[in-house]
């Protein structure tokens, strides 16, 4: 509304305008080189208007024939451009489709069309990697750095080149190099932390590990520093006891449940005379995860004490987490060397049915300390040969005797309390398997069975010569599959899965009238 007001006002100043000019002709009157024009002012300014017209139009068929060769070179640069970039498209699709010959094709055909796009060289890259080229990526990697738009991915492909050919300096200045730049990408300052770790280098670890903070959880960032300030609180254990402690003291604040940081801030602690403040970390660890390092920390905060004294302090600390077999065996162990040999047994006696090797040989070393009854030593020896194992610091298979921050394929806080290969010989229900039926000789005397984890199997009807049982056994309600049984289309199973298909086939559709076949042909 406003655009047609604006319209319609100012065609009313221009026909005004012209009427006032008509109103008022006037006389316009020009005289050179011995000529004379005169004119009204009306048509005077109208032949300046069409002159200027004029000039403009000379002027614009001036300068495009000034201007031709640079808009020719403009045309046939475009058309260049359009084709390098048709070139990419198809040798990005090659790549994705796993066509080596057209992808190389295309790699060329971009290199020569479009030289510095990045797109042409990131193309060259992958098709050599996809033609097994490693010089030949490596050298687009390398021209990519060369470029502020492209070198993180210059320096992530020289990376992954190196890992390939197992060279680790190299990829450990690209993953440096990378995480310089500002916001540092996580690949980069995940592998300058695993090569700091590598070489034990906790301070340089710790720098990476900051410089991972904004990619990181809060509580993942945590963690991760206070394991490494345990492993340099481990490292200056021997030649700095001071920072070793203090390390320690932040690794706990940091992660109370950390047991190596809880025991060696508590054991450091004890040493400097702060007794107390090491009671409450080694308590607060203890009521968050039981660990025998820790009561081994605790019993030994004061030298000097008395064996009773020791079994005084470790029986509160095992009243903080009642019921935990590691208070059991620290206690028994203390009452132990307190020659209270009760108390010892009494603390083990809920776990005497089913031992561990742990409680096995503290039992042998009670039945010997006691009676020196080496039958009985022997027995419990025995036991414990054969008893279920105790948890131990265990990473990828790998069990140690003490904690360490790496594991041996060298992830970062690899380690866990657990037993070993605790999950080998565990048994899970199989979707697909039906438990099989009882024999029919005892199937009229054996109790109803339970019902089965997916489908239990139906009871076998009792002979004739056999006497039914007093009361009828009970069939278990089949339970209702997990996943539909359904074959694939691509995977039809064995051929005696192909006899009965779990899934009900439809009753074929009746025949369609012509005229309904005719119509379905313009759907």
């Not at 451009?81 to 790699?107: C, N, P």
């Not at 009760?342 to 809920?350: C, G, H, S, V």
């Not at 594991?407 to 048994?427: C, F, M, T």
């Amino acid at each position: 509304m406003i655009r047609v007001v604006t319209f319609l006002l100012a065609v009313a100043v221009l026909a005004a305008g012209f009427v006032w000019f008509a109103d008022r002709p006037g006389d316009v009157a020009v005289t050179w080189m011995g000529y004379r024009i005169e004119t009204s002012v009306m048509v005077a300014g109208l032949a300046v208007v069409a002159l200027v017209i004029v000039l403009m139009v000379l002027w614009a068929i001036v300068r495009a024939i000034l201007r031709s060769p640079e808009q020719v070179s403009l045309l046939f640069r475009h058309r260049r451009a359009v084709k390098g970039h048709l070139a990419i498209t198809r040798g990005l699709i090659a790549i994705g489709a796993g066509d080596l010959r057209a992808a190389r094709r295309s790699a060329d055909d971009a290199a020569r069309l479009a030289p510095g796009d990045p797109l042409t060289l990131l193309l060259t890259a992958q098709s050599a990697q996809m033609a097994g080229d490693r010089s030949g990526a490596e050298r687009a990697f390398r021209e990519m750095t060369r470029r502020e738009d492209t070198k993180l991915l210059g320096l992530r492909g020289l990376y992954i080149e190196a890992q390939r050919r197992s060279d680790a300096p190299a990829a450990r200045l690209a993953a440096e190099e990378a995480g310089k730049v500002s916001p540092a990408p996580a690949w980069a300052g995940q592998a300058v932390l695993d090569y700091r770790c590598a070489t034990a280098d906790w301070t340089g670890a710790l720098d990476a590990l900051d410089r991972m903070k904004p990619a990181l959880d809060k509580s993942d960032y945590r963690r991760k520093r206070a394991v490494l300030l345990t492993a340099r609180a481990l490292a200056l254990a021997d030649s700095d006891r001071d920072a070793s402690r203090a390390a320690a003291l932040e690794a706990v604040k940091l992660a109370p449940d950390l047991v190596p940081a809880a025991a060696l801030a508590g054991r450091r602690l004890a040493e400097a005379g702060e007794q107390r403040k090491a009671r409450r970390i080694l308590e607060r660890a203890w009521a968050a995860s039981p660990h025998p390092d820790i009561a081994e920390a605790y019993v030994h905060l004061r030298l000097g004490d008395s064996a009773r004294e020791r079994l005084t302090r470790i029986q509160k600390l095992a009243a903080l987490a009642p019921g935990n077999i590691e208070g059991a065996l620290a206690v028994a162990r203390a009452a132990l060397d307190a020659r209270e040999f009760a108390t010892a047994r009494a603390e083990l006696a809920p776990y005497l049915a089913a031992p561990t090797q742990r409680v096995a040989t503290v039992m042998a070393e009670i039945e010997e300390a006691e009676h020196g009854d080496q039958g009985r030593v022997r027995e419990w020896m025995a036991r414990g040969m054969r008893a279920a194992g105790d948890p131990m610091w265990t990473a990828d298979g790998t069990v140690s005797e003490h904690w360490l921050p790496m594991s041996p394929s060298g992830r970062l806080d690899g380690y866990a309390w657990k037993v070993p290969l605790a999950e080998i010989g565990v048994v899970r229900p199989v979707i697909e398997a039906t438990p099989p039926a009882p024999p029919a000789e005892s199937a009229a005397v054996a109790p109803a069975a339970p019902e089965a984890p997916l489908q239990a199997a139906p009871e076998p009807p009792p002979r004739k010569a056999q006497k039914p049982a007093a009361k009828p056994p009970v069939k278990a309600k089949p339970a209702e599959p997990v996943i539909p049984l359904v074959h694939a289309p691509d995977d039809p199973g064995p051929e005696s899965a192909l006899e009965s298909d779990p899934v009900p086939e439809t009753s074929p559709s009746p025949p369609l009238a012509p005229w309904q076949r005719f119509m379905q042909r313009f759907r």
